[in-house]
Nanobody, 123 residues
Framework: VQLQASGGGLVQAGGSQRLSCAASGDTLSTYAVGWFRQAPGKERQFVAAMNWGGITTYYADSVKGRFTISRDNPKNIVYLQMNRLKPEDTAVYYC?????????????????WGQGTQVTVSS
């Protein structure tokens, strides 16, 4: 499967942005998916995840209440709606498809990754 993340850009603090992750070559509908981010000089960190059925979601404490992960299985797309953005949300955001097992929060549970999209939040 190939994952293509898009929707990044420059936004002012307090603003909103929606990221998309489109899959090709295979389906996302029967897999859990997640979003991670990596700021300059920092390790990649978990942001949000959703199980394959779209019922169960997981969020990092730093984004809980501001970010929402969703999916459109017929379109094979996963979204990350980001509201009330803060300068500390600035990072490259990656989408990923999780393998059939493993923790939603751990990078090693994901075996397919998109190329990343830059989100920059200005103060």
């Amino acid at each position: 499967v190939q994952l293509q993340a898009s929707g990044g850009g420059l936004v002012q603090a307090g603003g909103s942005q929606r990221l998309s992750c489109a899959a090709s070559g295979d389906t996302l509908s029967t897999y859990a998916v997640g979003w991670f981010r990596q700021a300059p000089g920092k390790e990649r960190q978990f942001v949000a995840a959703m199980n394959w059925g779209g019922i169960t979601t997981y969020y990092a404490d730093s984004v809980k209440g501001r970010f929402t992960i969703s999916r459109d299985n017929p379109k094979n797309i996963v979204y990350l709606q980001m509201n009330r953005l803060k300068p500390e949300d600035t990072a490259v955001y990656y989408c990923a498809r999780r393998s059939k097992s493993g923790s939603a929060y751990e990078i090693r549970s994901y075996n397919f990754w998109g190329q990343g999209t830059q989100v920059t939040v200005s103060s």
